[in-house]
């Protein structure tokens, strides 16, 4: 299905011309939401308080159009992750059954003071924790493209939710590339930023020192713009970077036409042959990344084959460091200060043991018990220590290739959405899936996925960018002139 409107300028176009207003759209996204209940997209939807504040909204309109917020006709969804307060938050986890959250994180509050309206929280896997949003405690969601298969995950209901034109962008979270995987594998435009740009305040943690929230829209522009609202310094949060750096959308334009000094003509991509070449790599996504590299060579950016040894040791490290820091941040679930509790325990023992056991599910148990096995004495040196060391040497390598080139250019994944349940009981297999966008997370950077194409089977397939950090604004530039993005 065609979605009506693919960006904030086209709404607020219509807007002015008083072809709809805040609480049409509502409306609208409303029975868009109704409509697609098979996809099970939203843990819950905030209908009645979305539909009173688009009111206001349209009031406040009515009274002064130049008093209206940057985001004013945008309608978001939140990925069951996120703080609002007064709302519930479960990180799609039965652990957190019940809980509402005591104060909104950073980037609701910044969302709100620019009058977008949220519509609903969307599905996840538990604590953020896959690749196909099969793991949450509400089933999984499908893809909108074929719902047999996957959306990809773990942030698969924030894909869906603008894929079937249920919000215009989503906030996801990404830890090894759970905003641009379901991005690709549903043909939206999926964007993670450098480390330390957003805020994590308010983001329920699976590990802190890879996690930041992306973005999930249908152009480039509306991430730019996003982008400029929510990013910036945040008093509670120390990890969070003091510039500002609010210039995101001055390069991209509605047409997707780069213009502005963020934007160069012509670019230097490097790829990487071991992953242009990899054995894990599909046939019709090899094919649709050549031909589109070949595309970029015609419009006169140069693309290089660069030397990357590292790409088979990303996966090992990021599964040892991320289970380590989760297996830490997870401790806080201990059945005593937040949601499930279980009702048959004799001593305070029992009480951690069995609300653990009854509230977490099969794969946070698994990487609960794999982070504290890395972590523990005797074991700490062979793998956390080493897992360390490797981070390291892929950092500095990295850097380097960003001294002679603007960005490096990869496949969001390997293979195009599969489909439900296929690798349920392989947790390997899907690890391996990650390949190409952890290493984004493992050295901070900033990435995005957008779509490039079908594949044979009709599923969509995206190419991702990575850029040097804090080079956001020509990441941006860049990947919003690759138009027309085919949808
Ligand atoms: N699939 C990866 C994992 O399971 C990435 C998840 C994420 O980015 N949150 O760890």
Redesign the pocket.
Known sequence: MKPKFTSLSQIKAAIRAGQTNCSLLVEQYLSRIAASQELNIYVEVFAEEALNRARQLDEKYQKDPSSVGKLFGMVVSIKDVICYEGHQVTAGSKILAGFTSLFSATVVERLLAEDAIIIGRVNCDEF????TTENSCYGPTRNAADPSRVPG??SGGSAVSVQADTCLVSLG??????VRQPASFCGVVGFKPTYGRISRYGLLA?ASSFDQIGILAHSVEDVATTLEVIAGPDEFDATCAQSRGDTFSKGVTSKGVTSGKSAKKQVRIACFDTALRHPSLDAGVKKLTFDFIEKLKAAGHEVEPVEFEYLDYIIPAYYVL?TAEASSNLSRYDGIRFGHRTAEADDIHEVYKKSRTEGFGTEVKRRIMLGTFVLSAGYYDAYYAKAQQVRRLIHDRTREIFKDYDFILMPASPIPAWEIGKMADDPVAMYLA?IFTVQANMCGLPAISIPIGKHASGLPIGVQFMAAKFDEAALLAFSGGLSPLPH
Not at 128 to 131: E, L, N, R, V, W
Not at 173 to 178: C, L, N, Q, R, V
């Open positions: 953020a924790m896959g690749s995950g773990s979270s990404d830890t090894g590339g759970s699976y991320t990650d």
